[in-house]
């Protein structure tokens, strides 16, 4: 069963694009919601966290939008560059054991 | 010198061989995480661990065991490993559990 769904599984997007990646959760015990991203041969790495007690965080051309009453967040990623293309998973974080549940992952093709 | 290490980076193995895989990290943090990754189903996690005496079972520890040698250490067993065990497989470490830090990873296959 999973916990936190994650669309699309692919994206290509034009250099200076928006690349847009929603989630959505069933949990209503999740506190913490992180973005990771991944490059090739590597492990995933933190981006971006928001927790659901504001609606909307901001970090360079990175934005985190949640929206708690649907459940859902999404990724922002304004001004898209070739330097993006990587996997990116969406993560929720809840109870005393604080384990991260992740999404499935999009892979996101900037193209130049 | 990487923060998390996985040892080793690549192991192809057969059906039925017992295989262990190492994590050390120079994080200092308590809590350190075995996950598995393959595509299309993102991270799931196989084993964590607060501390050398708290082993705890993830959501796919069935095939898997582990060992907590030292605050440092956490090694992941596969005692007869299979074929559908052929996974990218990541360890990772946390200070509150908020922020993982993860190392690079190992591509185990089973032929």
């Known amino acids: 069963q999973q916990q936190v769904k994650q669309s699309p599984q692919s994206l290509i997007v034009q250099k200076g694009g928006i690349s847009i990646i929603n989630c959505a959760y069933e949990n209503t015990a999740f506190d913490y919601f992180p973005w990771y991203q991944q490059f090739p041969g590597k492990g995933p790495a933190l981006l971006i966290a928001?927790?659901?007690?504001?609606s909307e965080k901001k970090e360079g051309r990175f934005t985190i939008s949640f929206n708690k009453s649907a459940k859902q967040f999404s990724l922002h990623i304004m001004d898209s560059q070739p330097g993006d293309s990587a996997t990116y998973f969406c993560?929720?974080?809840?109870?005393?054991?604080?384990?991260?549940?992740f999404g499935s992952g999009t892979q996101l093709t900037v193209l130049p | 010198d990487a923060d998390v290490t996985q040892t080793p980076r690549n192991r192809i193995t057969k059906t039925g061989k017992r295989i262990m895989l190492e994590c050390s990290q120079t994080k200092g943090h308590d809590r350190m995480y075995w996950y598995r990754q393959d595509p299309g189903l993102g991270l799931r996690l196989i084993y964590y661990?607060?501390?050398?005496?708290?082993?705890n079972k993830g959501e796919i520890s069935d095939g898997y065991s582990v060992s907590r040698q030292a605050q440092a250490k956490f090694s992941l067993s596969l005692e007869s490993a299979i074929p559908n065990q052929t996974a990218l497989y990541f360890c990772?470490?946390?200070?509150?559990?908020?922020?993982?830090?993860f190392g690079q990873g190992t591509r185990l296959t089973v032929v």
């Open positions: 928001i927790r659901p007690d504001v």
């Open positions: 993560a929720a974080l809840s109870g005393s054991a604080r384990q991260l549940t």
């Open positions: 661990s607060f501390d050398v005496k708290d082993i």
């Open positions: 990772a470490t946390s200070e509150l559990g908020t922020e993982a830090f």
